[in-house]
């Protein structure tokens, strides 16, 4: 039963601990303020693409279901919900005086490639994802993370306090690992569907979807697009996120698109580092409107 129109969620961020601990490509902390007020009232928030997860840690809802297709993120926080004191302690030590050089971060890079144990590979990530390039995390066609030595110039630091603020929020989510469609079927009635895909090339020559060794290509957005729509015909509400050109308008034809912008910070050219248009498609069209009765 569906109640009168009102104003729709003013989620907020919580300030500081709620930040991410995680460096990544196409993370959402910067596009927070612009996009948390457009994340209806509801239950529970699935994310199919949760990435480093600034959107969940910082909305609010009381439940989430959280999924990637990475195998290795998603054991960061299987990691950090399942065993948080000695993830956490386990990560920490590689953040040493010691391990601020190339040669340490070559031979930590080899020990995360050829560890078979998804923990013992999970406690090496925030350490290659500090101290290699640009936060970055690529994989190449083998699977094997290739992302070279940042040579940051000072140490890094543990970010002990988001971590843990991480892992308190870990406590009322289910952690999935597989391709977006499983954690979208969960999606009906009360749920909050926000999808953070590879983006959609913004010119011929690509951009950056090396997120897995598959990639993540027109076919897939379509196939996004469909399962989205969907779960909005279950009582769920979708919005996705992309690039905001002529073909991602077409993919989204029928859907409400708020346009966004953002500072791009993952090109390695500093003078590529502009301001990004993006857009937010939204499904309903007045799915900000929209609250209802549970």
Known sequence: MHSHPQPHAQHTQTPGSSRPFLKWSGGKARLLSQLLPLLPRRNRLIEPFVGAGSVFLAAGFERCVINDANPDLIAVWAALQSRPDEFMRRSAEFFSPENHNREAY?????????ATERFERAVRVPYLNRFGFNGLFRVN????FNVPYGAPSSLPGFPEKQMAAAADRLKTCVVLNGGFMGAIEQAGCGD??????????LSDAGSFVSYTAGGFGAADHEMLVEACVVAVSRGAVALISNHDTPATRELYRGWRIEQVSVRRSIAADAANRGVIRELVAILPFEAAKLTQEL
């Open 192 to 201: 909050v569907l926000y999808c953070d895909p590879p983006y959609s090339p």
């Open 106 to 114: 070559l031979r930590i890079r080899g020990e995360f490639n050829a």
């Open 141 to 144: 066609r083998s699977g094997a």
